[in-house]
């Protein structure tokens, strides 16, 4: 049985229930759910599962009564539309929060909610660098004086717990040691946290220029008139010197200090296009 539960993509649920209940019930079709929605095209559904059509409302609850949704199962299948569709991270952030609060109620206990808690809490890539340090007595009090700005050692603790769930970090011995596990949180779920994530870290960042003497910071700036062309060399020769620190980064044996290095490109005008003759 296919359980709605374990999906946070609308999409991708329509189209695994389709497919399951046609393996028990032949005459379920896509012929055969529009006339129950009394819909004028047959294949509306299979437009929606491809991305090509959204959904109201309205919609969804009549999808519910045909999938014999219950009452807690249409009210998920309606939030699952709303994050899929919604327009800003505001309201991505709103609906998926909401769904997590249900799946909470149900004792449903996914690893998208936890990925997703990875990188909106700006402060956990930091733990998993300060945690692995010889410094570390186990004490969660002694991380949270680390981190700067400095964090409550309940929120270390806290980050330590998700961590190990995540499997980014393990115990060995009487320390942690990273690892380095593939993060599978769907498109839209990694999207709206990679996106919390640079916002919480660019917001650090500014922050700096009050909090941090200049010597222990560099902050630079270019403003730069150029072609799409150019930016996409500008793009590659960024990803190429990230790669190279982080392969420095890798080389160092016993870390002094976590530091956190943005990279940020970005338009401060709209394009601007030559009459056409």
């Known amino acids: 049985m296919i359980n709605i539960f374990d999906f946070t993509d609308f999409r991708a649920y329509l189209k695994a229930y389709f497919e399951d209940r046609k393996k028990s019930e032949p005459k379920f079709s896509h012929r055969w759910l529009a006339t129950r929605l009394d819909l004028a095209t047959s294949n509306f559904i299979l437009l929606v599962m491809q991305g090509k059509r959204n959904l109201n409302s309205g919609f969804c609850l009549r999808i519910s009564e045909v999938f014999r949704h219950s009452c807690k199962e249409a009210e998920y299948f309606e939030k699952m539309v709303n994050f899929i ?8 952030e709103l609906y998926f929060s909401r769904m997590a609060a249900m799946r909470k109620k149900l004792n449903v206990d996914r690893i998208e909610e936890w990925q997703y ?3 909106t809490n700006w402060y956990n890539p930091v733990i998993r660098e300060l945690v692995t340090g010889k410094f570390f007595n186990g004490d969660p009090a002694t991380l949270a004086r680390m981190v700067q700005p400095s964090i409550t050692p309940l929120q270390a603790k806290k980050s330590i717990a998700l961590l190990l769930k995540l499997g980014m970090i393990k115990k060995q011995g009487g320390r942690y040691v990273q690892t380095s596990p ?9 999207s709206l946290a990679v996106a919390n994530f640079h916002r919480a870290m660019g917001n650090l960042a500014v922050e700096s220029l009050d909090r941090v003497p200049k010597q222990d910071r560099n902050i630079t700036a270019s403003t730069v008139f150029i072609t799409k062309k150019t ?10 010197f990230r790669n190279e620190l982080l392969t420095l980064a890798d080389s160092v044996k016993e870390g002094e200090q976590v530091y956190q290095i943005n990279f940020q490109a970005f338009p401060v005008s709209k394009e601007w296009k030559a009459k056409e003759q």
């Open 85 to 92: 569709q919604a327009k800003t991270s505001k309201e991505k």
């Open 117 to 119: 808690d990875y990188y």
């Open 182 to 190: 593939l993060m599978t949180t769907g498109p839209e779920i990694y």
């Open 231 to 240: 930016f996409e060399i500008a793009k590659k020769k960024i990803e190429e």
